[in-house]
Every structure is written in C-alpha cells, then in structure tokens.
C-alpha cells in the first residue's frame, strides 16, 4: 500500500534544482565571484549556493532608491550565520563574533531565533576572512541556510538539570553528522583545511544526494514543562522523556514549519504531530531516514510546498510514518505521555547544578549593540574576557551568561551592574515575551518593519497593559516583516505579519505552550486600528479571564477566534 501511496508531485523542477545540480556538489562559480572586483555582489546562481555556505547576499534598503538617483548599483553586503548546536558558545568565541563585527561587520551581532550569531554587512571582499576567523575559533558557518539540515536548536536552560547537558550533547551529534559531505565549503572559504573534528569524506552525498533537500530542514529538541524551541514548529522534533530523574528516551514529532504566502491558501504554517517514542541510540537514525523521505518525496517543482510539513500531509501522517519504520527496520514505540507549560525565558540569576549560577539576560529584538544610553556590547564583551563558563543563545533571541561559579559571580555581577545590563524584570512582562525578525532594510523579503518597529509598538501596548492591570501577565507577542516565520510568528498569542510599509495582519489565539496557532483577526491595518483593537481585547481579558488563563486560550474560549491545532484549518 505505501509503495502505491509514496509518490513525489508531477512537474518540471524549479530552477533552484537546475542550479543545484550543475552546481558540482556546491561549488557553483563562487571561487571566481569572490574575487571578481567590479562587483560588490554576484550572481543569482552563486548566491542561491551561498545559502549553503551560511549566508545571503543582501543590500540596503534604507539606501536603495538614492542610489538608483545616483546610477550607483545596491549596496550589496552579506549575512552570515553560524552554526551553533544548542547555542552554545564560549567566552572566546563570543570575543570571535564581537571582533569580526567591529572588525567586518556593521558593529552589531543579531541572536536569532533558532539560537546562533547572525551578522550583517559583511563586504564580499572580506567575507573569506570572517569565515576563516570563525573556523579558528572552532566554529563554522556551513549548513547554516540552504536546503538541509539547519542549525539544531537545544533547550536552552542550563540549570534545569544534569539532563540538559545529556540532551545538548546529542543536538550537537545530531547538527555535526547530518552536515553535507562535500569539500566545497572547505575549498572555497579554508583553503582546503577541515573542519576541526571531521573526518575526510568523498564527493559523494550519501543522505542527501546531488540535489540536497527540497527545502530547508529544521530539527529542535525540547525537555518538558519548558517549550522555548517551540518544538512542534520543527520539521522533526525530539521530546525529551525523563523518568526517575534520568533521559529514557524521546518523543518524535514531524511535520512543523511556520513559513506561508500571503494570499496563496496552499501554504500555511503547521504543527508537527507526536508519532511515536524511542530510545537516545536512535535519535540519529531517526532523523537520517526522516531526511531522506523528504529528500524523495518532498516537492522539487514548487518551493513554495517544499517543506517536508507540506509532504507530510499530502502522503498522510500514517503513510509517512510506516515509511520511516520500513527504512529504519524497526518499529517505534507508543508514544509517551509529557506536558509542556510555557515557551518563555527565566530572566535573573538561576542556581543550577554542581553549584553554577546562570544569568538570563534579556536583549530586546536579539540586537547585540552599542545603543547612546545603553553599552550592551561593550558589557558582554567585558563580561567575556572574565567568564570561565558559556555562553547560551537562547530561542527567545536572549542570553544566558551560564555555568558562572561562586568565585565568579561577584565580579561579573558587578560588571552587569557597572554596564546596567538588564534582566528585563523592570519592563513588562509582554515586552519579555516578545519577539521579531530582522526585515528592513536588509531583508529582501520584507513587507514592513519588525525588529526597528516592534518596541515602539509596544512602548504604546504597554500603556493599555498598564491601564488594566496587566503588567505582569505572561503574553506573548511576535512580529515578522513577511509571513516567512523566521520569528515563529503563528505560535505568538498576539502576532503581527507584515503585508505593506506600515501594515500588518493581526493573529490571536496561539497557546502560550507552543501548541497552538494562532488565527488570522485582522487584516492589512496600522497602528492606529493595532492600538484600539487590543484597547479593547485587553480590558476584556482584564476582566474576565479565569485565574491563570493565557491570553491565547482566553480569545479562543470568549470566541473571539476559532482555535487552529493544525494548519490545513489555519485558512478556514
């Protein structure tokens, strides 16, 4: 039955498959681009390969128009990612990604919401050297982006036991082996050299093929009660399951994303679905055979329904499931019970295990920055020079200051204090719970404002809050530039998609766990219409929410929205 049931969809290839294949495994022409001096960018086709090698080629949008005036071409830069299992970094490798944004950069570093460094305004000609400096600091910017496995997120809380550290490990297994096999990073950016700890491989792509994935592919691992990788947003989940205080296996989840077209109803975010447990030995085995169904049944003639969210529900749920189990030979077990409670961070200072102390710093917007009033940058820098434990980018686009030790803590509390880095427990707590991508002006995707708009939005909602009472209630509030997802906007309780320069549709009713999406409630309005919609939404919820109601499950349960607990309905 599977076999007449498993079937890629008919149609021509897009040309990003053309590409891809004439592309000798990655290589493309991106040698000579690189080198090429008229140019500050390059071609369509190298920078699609780019994406592989971790960045985007992008330009500034601020300067666009004036520079059309003046006949001069965009102001081409880059981003660059880096790819860190877990979104564990050290004191030195923070010192890496602070100096080469000094050094290349615009002078800033974005946390991004699937827990690395992200870096803009990189000039080509100095992109070889960021890349080769970032590899003597024993990280790396492959399979960053492009069509494979992404950046493998890792709940972020270190001091909620001995468990998180067994969980990271296999997240950095998992982001180590499932990397593309090929040279051509290696060739291109280091001059040959590998990879600190890879082993030398052929040309050949054993899990991915010449073609790599469809589309990206995203894998999370979260440890209830805590959701902060909103798990069920990953193309391949791994639930956690502790008993007795010791990892006994993992949950698997699949089918997530939260990436749609505006207007276009055969696109829609989705929640991945629970299909069965098993044991940590299998976790990579696991997520081996889940990539290579979405590499031969996963849509190769529209990117648009590429994501493997879209193949799992084309085939069905139960078709793609026993197709796992044929490729594994073996069956997975019934799926264990778990309950997760919330997505957020803990902000402050933690006392975890072994007698470490974590500190969760908040940075609004994930903008790592020297701001006129506010030296951010230069405190975490300082902070850098003394620590002795990690760093931990959080999937909140915060920071935790981890595994400091009792010898420490005075000194780099004095240094957060001598800075006046934040906790963020003197904003309100929707402000803690917020969130935003990039967008302007370098995103070439985006619609309207999110990460340069989105606090002063909130500096206005926080007045209403204030008004009723609810500084302090847990609310979750996300906004993106375009309806890509890059800051998981669907599973936000208040959510705002750009659409046009100043407007937004506006979503309600996504579960504070991470379980819910939300449900589209307004469309295309400003600010204006933004302020009196909630003006009127938050003093009812003020006033008629049960004792620890989310906002989310409250909309839902007034009938101000439908709940949406799967994404085919997200449209209806």
Not at 323 to 340: C, D, I, M, S, V
């Amino acid at each position: 039955m599977v076999k007449q049931l498993l079937k890629a969809p008919d149609g021509p290839p897009s040309d990003v498959e053309r590409i891809k294949i004439e592309s000798n495994y990655l290589r493309g022409t991106l040698k000579e681009s690189l080198l090429e001096p008229l140019s500050s960018g390059i071609s369509d086709d190298d920078n699609r390969l780019m994406k592989f090698h971790g960045s985007y080629l992008q330009d500034d949008r601020d300067l666009r128009n004036e520079r059309q005036k003046q006949k001069l071409e965009p102001a081409y830069q880059f981003m660059l990612r880096v790819r860190l299992p877990g979104g564990v970094a050290s004191p030195d490798q923070w010192l890496t990604m602070d100096e080469l944004a000094q050094r290349n950069g615009n002078g800033t570093l974005k946390l991004t919401t699937r827990q690395t460094f992200q870096m803009h305004g990189i000039l080509k000609w100095n992109m070889r050297d960021t890349i080769q400096t970032i590899h003597k600091s024993l990280m790396d910017t492959i399979a960053a982006c492009g069509d494979v496995n992404r950046n493998v997120m890792c709940i972020s809380n270190p001091y909620q036991s001995e468990i998180h550290e067994e969980v990271y490990e296999w997240s950095k297994r998992l982001s180590n082996d499932l990397l593309p096999r090929t040279r051509a990073y290696h060739e291109i950016w280091l001059d040959e050299e590998m990879v600190a700890g890879t082993p030398d491989v052929d040309e050949v792509e054993p899990m991915y093929g010449p073609l790599y994935l469809p589309r990206k592919f995203k894998i999370g691992i979260a440890i209830p009660p805590q959701n902060d990788i909103d798990v069920f947003s990953q193309d391949l989940g791994f639930i956690a399951i502790v008993e007795n205080d010791k990892l006994i296996g993992f949950n698997v989840a699949i089918g997530g994303g939260m990436g749609m077209t505006h207007g276009d109803k055969a696109t829609y975010p989705q929640l991945s679905k629970v299909i069965g447990f098993c044991t940590p030995d299998k976790l990579y085995e696991i997520a081996e055979k889940t990539i290579t169904i979405q590499r031969d049944y996963g849509n190769r003639s529209e990117r648009k329904n590429a994501r493997f969210k879209y193949t799992v529900d084309r085939l069905g749920l139960e078709v793609v499931k026993e197709e796992l189990e044929k490729r594994l030979g073996w069956k997975l077990a019934e799926a264990k019970p778990f309950k997760f409670e919330s997505n957020g961070d803990r902000y402050g200072w933690v006392n975890g295990v072994r007698g470490k102390w974590h500190f969760n710093l908040f940075v609004e917007g994930g903008r790592i920055a020297d701001f006129d009033d506010y030296k951010l940058m230069t405190g975490l820098r300082e902070i850098a020079k003394v620590h002795d434990g990690e760093f931990r980018l959080t999937a909140n686009q915060n920071v935790i200051i981890a595994n400091v030790s009792t010898q420490k803590k005075k000194q780099i509390s004095e240094l957060i204090e001598q800075y006046g880095l934040t906790d963020g427990k003197h904003y309100s707590a929707l402000r803690r719970n917020s969130m935003a991508c990039v967008a302007l002006p370098t995103c070439g995707l985006a619609m309207a404002e999110a990460e340069r708009y989105l606090p002063t939005l909130i500096d206005k909602i926080e007045e209403i809050v204030d008004e009723n009472g609810l500084r302090e209630e847990e609310i979750t509030i996300r906004m993106t530039g375009c309806p890509n997802g890059c800051a998981r906007h669907t599973l936000g309780e208040i959510a705002f998609i750009g659409k046009a320069p100043g407007k937004y549709n506006m979503y309600l009713g996504a579960a504070f766990d991470g379980s819910r999406l939300s449900k589209i409630y307004r469309e295309n309005i400003g600010e204006q219409e933004i302020l009196a919609e909630l003006r009127v939404l938050l003093a009812r919820f003020a006033k008629e929410k049960y004792d620890g109601e989310h906002f989310g499950d409250f909309v839902v349960r007034v009938g101000i929205v439908e709940a949406v607990t799967d994404g085919t309905n997200f449209h209806d």
